[in-house]
């Protein structure tokens, strides 16, 4: 697939704590993408909130097609089948607790027709950190807010001090995608077995023929984040399906990827959830694994990695999960 369709808009969102604030380490993107949810159901959608607003419980057709809320959780309609547009990537590297006036900052990415609720987002992470986050409902306050490319160019979105959003010009495309390909192949002369390591930063969450996987198999990874790219293409960019023969082909350039060193482990973590009142898991793999394979498998699989790398993969990428970095 030389024109793959899909384009993103990747926000970092800077920000500073006012008060003592637990975002509870690898479950940070769980508390952030709960709060997240929170503010934008009361501030903008009323179904969210019947009992308050005095409507019915059951949107109409009209507010369901505008309204970003009732496309936020559309997903939970058909489980495994509707994806959502966004993509939560929490901070890294933080202590369970901050102090007031340490900085953090996080990510969200918008997928294709989605980056159309950018204003929606933006005006949430405020509201956020003044209501507060996490289980001690520490407040933070938004600095800034910078859009991101594969090739270095950072637009702010929103400048400290302002009120005044500016939306970004540029979007990640398949071609800046090929460019950073292109980079890393530069750093890779000569033929023969190259290696490259894959960092697994907050919980990979992979289910193979109804069974959680947890080893860091390459063919499955793979299959499973090609699998999420071209449903998000298909969902919020217009593709059209991947034709099965390619699809076949990079699974078959999958299989011959080797795993050299697994230095990954499985972590246990549950989440609270305010609608259902019961925790889930959002357990899965972290730490480093070491692949090897020809240099002409990974020319055709290193496009694919990459937008892996800035869409996630797994289980509960909203939550955070399925966070990974290339190292090559």
Known sequence: MTDFPLTLTRLRFE???????????????????????????RATCPYSVPAVAGVSSVP????????????????????????????????LYLPETLAPGQRFTFHLTLVGEAQRYLPYFVL?????????????????????????TLNGIEEEVLAEGETVIHPPRYSITHADVMERV????????????????????????????????????????????????????IQFSGSERRPYEERIHLQDLALQVRMIENDTHWIEVASGSS?????????GLI??????????????????????????????????????????
């Open 124 to 148: 949430a992470v405020p509201e956020m950190g003044s209501i507060g986050v996490g289980s001690k409902r520490g407040r933070f306050r938004l600095r800034r807010i910078v859009s991101e």
């Open 15 to 41: 920000c500073v704590a006012e008060t003592p604030l637990r975002l509870g380490g690898v479950r940070a993107g769980n508390n952030l993408r709960g709060a997240l949810v929170d503010v934008m159901r």
């Open 287 to 328: 730490g480093t694994a070491r692949y090897g394979a020809p240099i002409e498998v990974w020319r055709e699989l290193l496009p694919w990695l990459i937008w892996g790398e800035m869409v996630q993969v797994g289980k509960d990428t909203v939550k955070g999960n399925g966070v990974f970095r290339l190292v090559i």
């Open 60 to 91: 109409d057709p009209e507010h369901v097609a505008i309204c970003p809320v009732c496309w936020l959780v559309a997903a939970n309609e058909k489980p495994g089948v509707e994806r959502r547009g966004y993509v939560l990537t929490p901070p």
């Open 275 to 283: 609608r259902t009142g019961r925790p889930t898991w959002i357990s």
């Open 182 to 233: 292109d980079r890393a192949l530069q750093t890779w002369r000569g033929q023969g077995i190259r290696e490259l390591n894959v960092v697994f930063l907050t919980p990979l969450r992979l289910v193979w023929n109804d069974h959680l996987v947890k080893t860091p198999d390459f063919a499955i990874f793979f299959a499973r984040m090609l699998e999420r790219l071209d449903e998000l293409a």
